[in-house]
């Protein structure tokens, strides 16, 4: 139904659609006319702390800050008396800890942060002695994940081993999309997708797991001392008082409308806010991936590998996390590398001379990969593609003097290629997956990418023209247009796009590099 106080969209033909996406460097905002054409674009930057190894951090202030600026800078182009609803898209997992009042009770622990290994570690323990498993199986076959220090379970329970104090002014646990749809709306909703990003969502129930919630409360209350267990299950919090509520868990097409004060300094009406979905899912449907069988590639601060189907599948190896997409009956077979644009951006930072990420790409372009030093590029630490392994660590093998700056940024740009193909390999093991990678985002923007891409792994690389970066945002704001009652475009190849070819005679120089990036890999890891 469209919502109340809107005409009908076929009444309605000057109705904007809006689509935030609060990514892991920035806010980024789009508006779509009808059609599904971005009419206006915004994006505003925030910082990360890293002031402790493995720590990054960031205030939830400049997250609501970010979205009054794309607002405003929207208006000039999308005027606020035309939007029609707003839809949610963000980085996951990322964990906001919120007190009684709804304010955040510390700084957000984003998905970059690796300090909570050992409690996630001690969850797994917990968990599979409970189910008589291994810990590991046990978790990945009730949540679909392969649950690490990287999830918000782990990231509170290493808080409240090492900051008590702040757990015990907790009351919830919400991910970043779930506070800035609190701040927007004043109620704290969560969807299927970011969910998973707790490790504590029952794929199967579709909502929070007891039996996984009670693991990490035993967990807790073992870490404090007291050996007690819990009393409500369905709150998620323990009888000692230090595993905080969990939010709902609602469908990604749910709406709440503005709080009047927000709406107010936004310059809009009370328009409905779409509760959305995690910025993997929105990147895949922004790029038109919703049919099973279809593939997105989605690059950004990481890069998401993202497989459809019609029913969740597990992978008897754990090389792949099941994801509920925002359309009823799909899901995603998901694969995150980790560090690809960051180590783009980290690599550029080396080298200077006013470098950036596509810099880099166009140096590396100018060197054949079979010229370059081999770059395992594990550099977040760890990794979460197909080999989901925290002790993975960056590495740089077969360097000689006779290599430059161009060389090393051939190297990374190879070393994530050959990640790449390893999911994409992934994929086709599991299941008959469509030979075309849709793309979008960061690296995938410059021809030279999508043309290693596409040779290294035999594909037809394929890029929807006008994407650029805001894929994402696009995604949450065709999700608000459905919300709104205005049904999602048909799946279909898009209309003007830009198509990489595989390159045969290419096929055979990418084997030999893979061969050589896995015999590093081997002697250095294992």
């Known amino acids: 139904m469209p919502a109340r106080g809107h005409e009908p969209e076929s009444l309605d033909p000057g109705a904007l659609h809006l689509g935030l996406d609060l990514g892991t460097s920035g806010l980024k905002a789009v508006a779509l006319d009808g059609s599904g054409d971005v009419v206006a674009r915004a994006r505003t930057d925030y910082p990360t702390s890293r002031t402790r190894p493995g720590a990054a951090e960031q205030d939830p202030r400049d997250w609501t800050r970010a979205v ?84 918000l379970l782990p990231m509170f329970l290493r808080i409240a081993d090492e900051e008590p104090a702040r757990a015990a002014r907790t009351s919830t646990l919400l991910g970043a999309k779930d506070y800035l749809f609190s701040w927007l709306t004043g109620q704290a909703i969560t969807d299927p997708s970011t969910a998973t990003g707790f490790g504590c969502f029952g794929l199967n129930a579709g909502d929070w797991s007891p039996a996984v919630l009670t693991a990490a409360a035993e967990t807790a209350a073992r870490d404090a001392g007291d050996g007690h267990g819990r009393e409500d299950v369905s709150s998620g919090r323990s009888a000692c008082g230090r595993l905080p509520a969990l939010p709902p868990v609602l469908a990604a097409t749910a709406t709440r409308p503005l709080r009047p004060e927000v709406a107010a300094r936004l310059g809009c009406e009370q328009l409905p806010v779409c509760v959305g979905a995690a910025d993997s899912v929105l990147g895949a449907l922004g790029l038109g991936v919703r049919s099973p069988g279809q593939i997105a590639y989605v690059a950004g601060t990481s890069t998401v590998i993202l497989g459809v189907t019609g029913k969740p599948v597990l992978d008897p190896q754990h090389r792949f996390l099941v994801t509920p997409l925002a359309e009823p009956g799909r899901w995603g077979l998901e694969m995150d590398l980790l560090a690809t644009g960051s180590a783009l951006r980290w690599l550029a930072s080396l080298l200077g001379g006013g470098l950036d990420e596509a810099g880099v790409v166009r140096l590396a372009a100018q060197v054949d990969p079979a010229d370059a030093p081999v770059v395992l590029p594990y550099l977040s630490p760890g990794e979460q593609g197909a080999l989901w392994d925290p002790k993975l660590r960056g590495t740089i093998a ?56 596409a040779d290294a792994t035999g594909r037809r690389v394929i890029m929807p023209a006008g994407q650029d970066t805001d894929f994402s945002a696009r995604g949450a704001a065709l999700l608000a247009a459905t919300a709104a009652g205005k049904p999602l475009p048909p799946v279909r190849e898009p209309a003007a796009a830009m198509i990489c070819e595989a390159d045969p005679r290419r096929a055979a120089m990418w084997d030999a590099l893979w061969d050589r990036h896995e015999r590093i890999r081997h002697a250095v890891h294992e």
């Open 398 to 453: 077969s360097l000689t003097l006779g290599h430059d700056r161009r060389h090393l940024a051939r190297g990374l740009v190879n070393g994530i290629v050959l990640e790449s193909r390893r999911c994409l390999a992934v994929l086709d093991e599991t299941g008959p997956f469509a030979a075309d990678l849709l793309v979008a985002g960061g690296s995938a923007t410059a021809e030279s990418f999508r043309a290693d891409l």
């Open 68 to 151: 009054e600026q794309v607002a405003a800078e929207l208006a000039s182009d999308a005027p606020p008396r035309r939007w029609r609803a707003i839809g949610l898209s963000a980085m996951l997992p990322t964990l906001v800890t919120a007190g009684a009042d709804g304010m955040p009770t510390g700084p957000a622990i984003t998905w970059e942060d690796s300090r909570a290994e050992e409690q996630a570690r001690r969850l797994r323990d917990v968990f599979g002695a409970a189910a008589g498993t291994a810990g590991d199986e046990g978790l990945y076959r009730t949540t679909g994940q392969w649950v690490d220090g990287r999830y």
